[in-house]
């Protein structure tokens, strides 16, 4: 922030200037005529008006619609940007503890949605003590242990939307359990949902298709928008033999994250809710998942990185 004078109708004014950077680079000063504010007081003025240029930038890039509308698009883009000032406030101890924080969560959340039984103490002890737990299954172990090493990496931005990352995930997450690597050989069956997967020798072709409209809508469709449909599509494809829904959870977060969002989380108590979105989604009604995840991303800042940064 810095201070310059303006003439105006023949009387000098003093305004302060501060510079910001929008999502596809391009940097805007913003102006106001300074009375007197101390400091503290500009700072909170420029947050609110970075805010406003970051929605306005939203809105004009990638459109409104039923469910993004144009107040949703204000509190998403004002999240982004609260979520930018806690990684940079926070000190180095505080945000390792912040992002193992995230970490078991999601994992506990994520594998206990596919049926794993371990509770969020277990999960801690095995990703922070190294320590199994006792009477625990080690296929359960290993997932997690394996999960945290595959979050660590999508929280440093280490994935991409490839083939050669995708499988890499999924080669992380089965690492000592026995589950066949890579793409499906044999094909495979939804519980519960009518949805017929691709077949195994589609499968390839049918994640080429899925990563090229990723990178041709990328900069057309909001990083929420984008990343619940892409989700919304692998689940049909169902790529591997195991491991579908860890993998295309994980692969929401890198989109978000590979856009400056903050990652979220779907909770076991959403099950229903989650499940009955992709079979809507199967059926081509593709907005109830769109409002879930929509939904849970504002959930998972409200009520994990704003809690712990309100007690920290």
């Known amino acids: 922030m810095y201070f310059k004078e303006k003439r105006i109708k023949g009387k000098n004014y003093k305004y302060a200037v501060h510079s910001i950077r929008l999502p596809n680079g391009k940097v805007i000063p913003l102006e106001k005529r300074y009375n007197q504010e101390n400091k503290e007081q500009l700072s909170r003025i420029f947050e609110k008006k970075e805010k406003e240029e970051n929605a306005k930038y939203a809105i004009k890039q990638f459109g409104t619609n039923s469910i993004f509308t144009k107040d949703q698009l204000e509190k998403v883009e004002e999240i982004r940007l609260d979520y930018k000032k806690i990684l940079k406030k926070l000190t180095k101890f505080a945000l390792k503890d912040l992002l193992d924080r995230f970490t078991a969560n999601f994992t506990y959340e994520s594998n206990a949605l596919e049926g794993n039984s371990l509770t969020l103490k277990d999960v801690s002890i095995i990703m922070f003590e ?39 995930m999924h080669k992380m997450l089965i690492k000592d359990i026995p589950i066949q690597q890579g793409y499906k050989k044999l094909p495979n069956f939804l519980i519960g949902r009518e949805m017929r997967t691709t077949l195994p020798e589609s499968v390839f072709e049918e994640i080429s298709g899925l990563i090229e409209w990723h990178n041709q809508e990328k900069n057309n469709l909001h990083p929420l928008k984008l990343a619940a449909l892409f989700h919304g599509k692998f689940e049909q494809i169902h790529p591997f033999e195991d491991g579908n829904g860890r993998v295309g959870r994980f692969l929401i977060n890198v989109i ?3 856009n400056n969002y903050p990652p979220l989380i779907i909770r076991k108590s959403q099950r229903m809710a989650y499940l009955k979105a992709l079979e809507n989604f199967d059926n081509k009604h593709t907005e109830t998942l769109q409002r879930f995840m929509l939904d849970k991303f504002k959930d998972t800042y409200k009520k994990f990185f704003k809690i712990y940064v309100k007690y920290v």
Request: charged share 40%.
């Open 256 to 258: 978000l994250i590979k």
């Open 130 to 168: 190294n320590h199994a737990v006792k009477g625990k299954d080690l296929r359960e172990i290993y997932e997690t242990r394996n999960s945290r090493n595959v979050v660590d990496l999508i929280i440093k931005n280490k994935f991409r939307i490839s083939h050669e990352d995708i499988i890499r």
